[in-house]
């Protein structure tokens, strides 16, 4: 166990050098760490949480498998981790050059085919709005930067590229429905729907299953979560 090198769960083939302390700071642990979670949950047949809307524009939360959000089973040697690049099949509907998203799935084996453009947020729990709240209404700030909307409008875009007519009969209805989404009232009443917020279904004593070869060691805390792995006793014995 001594020689183990500091590292990710699941993340073995990546841009990025968990050996180094460089690969510890803030910006890169933050998409990191999510990414080995997400593998760590895998391992578990733990399924993601995943928010839907529905046809009348309610949320719902059903649940997804972590090979579905990487494109390829965590255990796959062609699966390659690169944090902070483009996505490159978006490129052709764009004039100029995208903005760099947190992660770039790629299969290795089909000439570096990108699988997934995936912006991840590492989020404070409570945010400024339950933070009153009893725990069970407890809910998770959310942040959005401005490649996260660019992102989320090319996907539509690329999607509806060989059909515009169809896009254009969604967005007419669905526009005139639209409200206040910045609305606390609004945001508040789904919270009652959230069956892991309480419960965890991955434990406190579970993350040095994740966090391997004394990874910790390298981390330079400049936010809360990084700074509760470096300084709870024996999370790591």
Sequence with gaps: ?????????????????????????KNQFNSSFPAALACYMSQKNLDPVYLKVDNQLEIYHDKISVSSILGLDYTSPNLFFAFERDYIPYQ????????????????????????RGIEIKLTALPDNTTCELSENQYGSE?????????????????????????LLSYLDPICSQIQDWTSPRLVLSIINELD????????????????????????????????????TPNLFD
């Design 196 to 231: 892991e917020l309480t419960q965890p279904r991955i434990k406190r004593d579970e993350i040095s299953n994740i966090i391997l070869g004394g990874g910790q060691k390298l981390l330079s805390p400049e936010r809360r979560f990084d700074a509760i792995i470096l300084n």
């Design 1 to 25: 166990m001594g020689n183990i090198k500091p590292g990710l769960f699941g993340i073995d083939h990546s841009n990025r050098d968990f050996t180094k302390s460089i690969s510890w700071g």
């Design 92 to 115: 052709d509907i764009v004039i100029g050059n995208l903005p760099r998203i947190d992660l770039v799935t790629i299969d290795m084996s089909q000439q570096n085919l990108c699988l």
């Design 142 to 166: 959310i942040v959005v930067r401005p490649p996260t909307i660019v992102y989320l409008a090319v996907s539509i875009a690329k999607t509806y590229q060989q059909n515009r007519s169809i």
